[in-house]
Structure formats: C-alpha cells, structure tokens
C-alpha cells in the first residue's frame, strides 16, 4: 500500500498517515504519531498536507479526530487534479515553449 501511494505522489510520512487511518480508524495526532514512531509535529505537519489535498477530514472536538476519505475517493480526486493540471498546460503549452525558447537562447549567448 504504502508504495502504490507513494507512487501516486504521496510523501512517505503522508502515506503512511493514510493508511494508519485507513486501517485503524479516526486517531488523535497523539496516537498516531505513538503509532508510527514519530514526531508529534511531523503528523501535524503531515495531517495538515493531507487536509489540504483533500484526502482526510478533522473534527471539531479537542482534540482534534483525524479521519481519513476511502482510498476510491482520493483516487477520483487525484485523477481530477491530474486531468486539470495536463488541461492548464496544455492551455499555456504554447507559452512555456516560448519561455524555454529565451533561457535557450539566453543560455547559448552566455
């Protein structure tokens, strides 16, 4: 699990967050960082990551409950992101290859 994760752009300590929630339910930061042996502040920075991806949900009791979404939900949602991101480069592909055309050229003439 943790390499199909990682595979999908997840960081080591993110994929590992996920799955400890996946696999043992809603966890205080306490318990999951005594459940992974590490630093309170890495899961806090590492819940914080996975929030803003989308991918795990807090409660509002203190403190905090972290949840993480079914492994199918974050599958659409990082196929949605990656189909927006290949449609805005598409969109601006004619611009980048400009950009890349001046750093060529700046780079030859130095």
């Given at each position: 699990m943790?390499?199909?994760l990682?595979?999908?752009?997840?960081?080591?300590?993110?994929?590992?967050?996920?799955?400890?929630?996946?696999?043992?339910?809603?966890?205080?930061?306490?318990?999951?960082a005594?459940?992974?042996?590490?630093?309170?502040?890495?899961?806090?920075?590492?819940?914080?990551?996975?929030?803003?991806?989308g991918?795990?949900?807090?409660?509002?009791?203190?403190?905090?409950?972290?949840?993480?979404?079914?492994?199918?939900?974050?599958?659409?949602?990082?196929?949605?992101?990656?189909?927006?991101?290949?449609?805005?480069?598409?969109?601006?592909?004619?611009?980048i290859?400009s950009?890349?055309?001046?750093?060529?050229?700046?780079?030859?003439?130095?």
């Amino acid at each position: 699990m943790l390499k199909t994760l990682v595979s999908l752009g997840f960081k080591n300590l993110d994929a590992e967050v996920y799955i400890s929630l996946t696999t043992n339910g809603s966890q205080e930061v306490r318990g999951l960082a005594e459940a992974l042996k590490t630093d309170r502040m890495q899961v806090y920075r590492s819940l914080k990551d996975l929030k803003v991806k989308g991918v795990v949900q807090a409660s509002n009791s203190r403190p905090a409950e972290f949840s993480a979404l079914s492994f199918e939900l974050v599958l659409d949602a990082l196929i949605k992101a990656n189909v927006e991101e290949a449609r805005r480069l598409e969109r601006e592909k004619e611009k980048i290859i400009s950009r890349w055309q001046v750093l060529v050229k700046e780079e030859s003439s130095s």
